[in-house]
């Protein structure tokens, strides 16, 4: 595996894309590139958090909150 190939495969496995045998290839190649590795997973992992945290929660629409309401009132009286 290339840098640039293991570059492309830690942005998916800092979301949890990999299946296991790309991980296990991902993880011979991390300890193959050593610290250079480590430093731009750590990188992956900053924008991935820095990502999240920018990410607002969608509003509910009154529409599904009734919808919501009808179900839990429908749940009760079964």
């Known amino acids: 595996m290339s840098f640039e ?7 998916l496995y800092v979301i949890g894309a990999l299946e296991v045998e790309e991980t296990e290839a991902f993880e011979i190649a991390r300890k ?8 731009y997973v750590a990188e992956c992992y900053s924008m991935h958090e820095a ?3 920018s990410l607002r929660p969608a509003k509910s629409s009154e529409a599904l ?14």
Not at 5 to 11: D, L, M, T, Y
Not at 67 to 74: F, I
């Open 5 to 11: 190939e293991f570059q492309n495969q830690a942005r």
């Open 32 to 39: 193959l590139f050593a610290q250079k590795a480590e430093d």
């Open 51 to 53: 990502f999240a945290l």
């Open 65 to 78: 909150k009734e919808r919501l309401m009808t179900m839990v009132r429908n749940r009760q009286t079964s």
